[in-house]
T-cell receptor
Framework: GPKVLQIPSHQIIDMGQMVTLNCDPV?????FYWYKQILGQQMEFLVN????????KSKLFKDQFSVERPDGSYFTLKIQPTALEDSAVYFC??????????????FGPGTRLTVL | GDSVTQTEGPVTLSEGTSLTVNCSYE??????LFWYVQYPGEGPQLLFK?????EKGSNRGFEATYNKEATSFHLQKASVQESDSAVYYC???????????FGTGTKLQVVP
C-alpha cells in the first residue's frame, strides 16, 4: 500500500540546536500531519498542513516549531531551538482528504529525536 | 467541536479471552469512523473504517459497529492473541472540513 517515509530514523542533538525532521508523504495526498509520542505514552496531535498553510495546531505546537513543504518536496518539522522535553518519536502522516473516507491517514515509521 | 473518548488503558488480558475497547464520539456531522492499531516500534496503521451508520467494520478478527444512536464504535475481538498487544486508536473523520480526531489510545497487553 501507500508508504510514508521519514528521514532520519533517529536524530541525536544537543539542547538549543536546531533540528529538521523530514517526511516524504504519499504522492497524491494533500493533507499532512505531525504527531508527537513521548516514550511510553500515547500519540498526540501537533499540527496539520494544507496548501502551504497550517490549518490547525495543538498547544504542543510551541512557537519554536515550524512546518513547511517547499515546492512539493519533503514536508518538514523544524524545531529551533530544541529543549529537553522535545525528546520523543515524531510521526508524520498524510491523507487524501480531510473528511469521510478520504480522511484515512497513512503514517510513517517515525523519527526518534533525542535532545541531550 | 468534534471529540473522541475511548477506554483508558492499559488493558491486560490473557490469551483467548475477549476484548472490548469502548469508543464514544461527539460530532454534529455524519462521520466516518476509524480504528487504527500501533504495534511497538511502528507508526499507527488503519485497522478498518466504517463510513455509514449501522454498518460493521472488521479486520484480523476485530470488529466494530457504527452505532449512530448511541454515538459509539466499540472495538471487539472474541479471542485475543499475544500478537494483538498494541495501542488501539479510535478516530473520527467528519465531512465538515475539520481534521480527523483521534482518541487518546488504549494500550492492550495480552499475556500467555
Amino acid at each position: 500500500g501507500p508508504k510514508v517515509l521519514q528521514i532520519p530514523s533517529h536524530q541525536i542533538i544537543d539542547m538549543g540546536q536546531m533540528v529538521t525532521l523530514n517526511c516524504d508523504p504519499v504522492s497524491n495526498h494533500l493533507y499532512f500531519y505531525w504527531y508527537k509520542q513521548i516514550l511510553g505514552q500515547q500519540m498526540e496531535f501537533l499540527v496539520n498542513f494544507y496548501n502551504g498553510k497550517v490549518m490547525e495546531k495543538s498547544k504542543l505546537f510551541k512557537d519554536q516549531f515550524s512546518v513547511e513543504r517547499p515546492d512539493g518536496s519533503y514536508f518538514t518539522l523544524k524545531i529551533q531551538p530544541t529543549a529537553l522535553e522535545d525528546s520523543a518519536v515524531y510521526f508524520c502522516a498524510s491523507s487524501l482528504g480531510l473528511g469521510g473516507r478520504d480522511a484515512e491517514q497513512f503514517f510513517g515509521p517515525g523519527t526518534r529525536l533525542t535532545v541531550l | 467541536g468534534d471529540s473522541v473518548t475511548q477506554t483508558e488503558g492499559p488493558v491486560t488480558l490473557s490469551e483467548g479471552t475477549s476484548l472490548t475497547v469502548n469508543c464514544s464520539y461527539e460530532t454534529k456531522q455524519y462521520p466516518t469512523l476509524f480504528w487504527y492499531v500501533q504495534y511497538p516500534g511502528e507508526g499507527p496503521q488503519l485497522l478498518f473504517k466504517v463510513p455509514k451508520a449501522n454498518e460493521k467494520g472488521s479486520n484480523r478478527g476485530f470488529e466494530a459497529t457504527y452505532n449512530k444512536e448511541a454515538t459509539s464504535f466499540h472495538l471487539q475481538k472474541a479471542s485475543v492473541q499475544e500478537s494483538d498487544s498494541a495501542v488501539y486508536y479510535c478516530a473520527l473523520g467528519d465531512n465538515s472540513g475539520t481534521y480527523q480526531r483521534f482518541g487518546t489510545g488504549t494500550k492492550l497487553q495480552v499475556v500467555p
